[in-house]
């Protein structure tokens, strides 16, 4: 679990490195394109300290709530595939699993993603990009790459590259919370179904459901 950790900030400090390696570039070598190289080295300061910063607090609150998340994952994909399986249609549950039947384990990775590799993938991306770039930066001060505007023009389409790689880090974010959000109102719900079917079977409860209930939901109750 640590090996994502130092990941993420390694790439941190190489965005960071990077943003510094722009600034340093000779005034007299990037010359009228000095603007451009300030502003690609903003914007891979504000992922290093913004989106990746995010991700950093994303991982610890996983690794701090793993147990407790990991058990009520667990306990929702048993009761979903339970109630699903016994034909109960409720709007918070929808079907899981593959093609042929329920798979219990179907939601994980949409929870877990970061920690389970996923995180690992994305920041390699990172890792690569930025590579390329600062390879780039290399060949400009050394005077391999003689066209300045070109050299600028790839260095650009690089931070843009690399600006989209760290917004799908922070989707992963965002639909791993939500994932997680959805997981306590699911289990709530869960908890009301069941709490329904066995009230179901007390005939003062039963009088009421058969008034108030929806035609899909005393289906289910009566099955």
């Known amino acids: ?26 005034g007299q070598v990037v010359g009228i ?39 009520l994952a667990v306990n929702q994909a048993a009761a979903q595939a339970g109630l699903v ?28 993603g970061s920690i389970m590799g996923s995180g690992q993938n994305l920041v390699n991306q990172v890792l690569g990009t930025v590579n390329n770039l600062t390879s780039k930066m290399t060949d400009v001060v050394q005077g391999v790459m003689g066209d300045i505007s070109a050299a600028v023009g790839q260095m650009t389409a690089m931070v843009g590259q690399v600006t989209a790689q760290v917004a ?30 066995s009230l179901f079977h007390n005939p003062c409860a039963k009088e009421v459901l058969n008034k108030v209930g929806s035609p899909a939901l005393l289906q289910h109750l009566s099955a």
């Open 1 to 26: 679990m640590t090996q994502i950790m130092g990941s993420v900030g390694f790439a941190q400090a190489s965005l960071q490195g990077a943003a510094a390696m722009l600034m340093s570039l000779p």
């Open 33 to 71: 394109v000095m603007a451009d190289v300030q502003q690609m080295a903003d914007k891979l300061i504000s992922l290093a300290v913004g989106t990746m910063n995010d991700f950093v607090s994303h991982l610890t609150k996983q690794f701090d709530g793993f147990v407790n998340n990991l058990s």
């Open 85 to 112: 399986s016994s034909g109960c249609t409720l709007p918070s549950m929808g079907p899981i699993g593959t093609t042929g039947g329920l798979s219990a384990c179907g939601n994980m990775a949409n929870i877990f």
């Open 168 to 197: 799908e880090v922070a989707n992963m974010i965002t639909s791993e919370v939500a994932a997680l959000s959805g997981m306590l109102t699911d289990m709530i719900t869960f908890g009301a179904a069941n709490a329904l079917e």
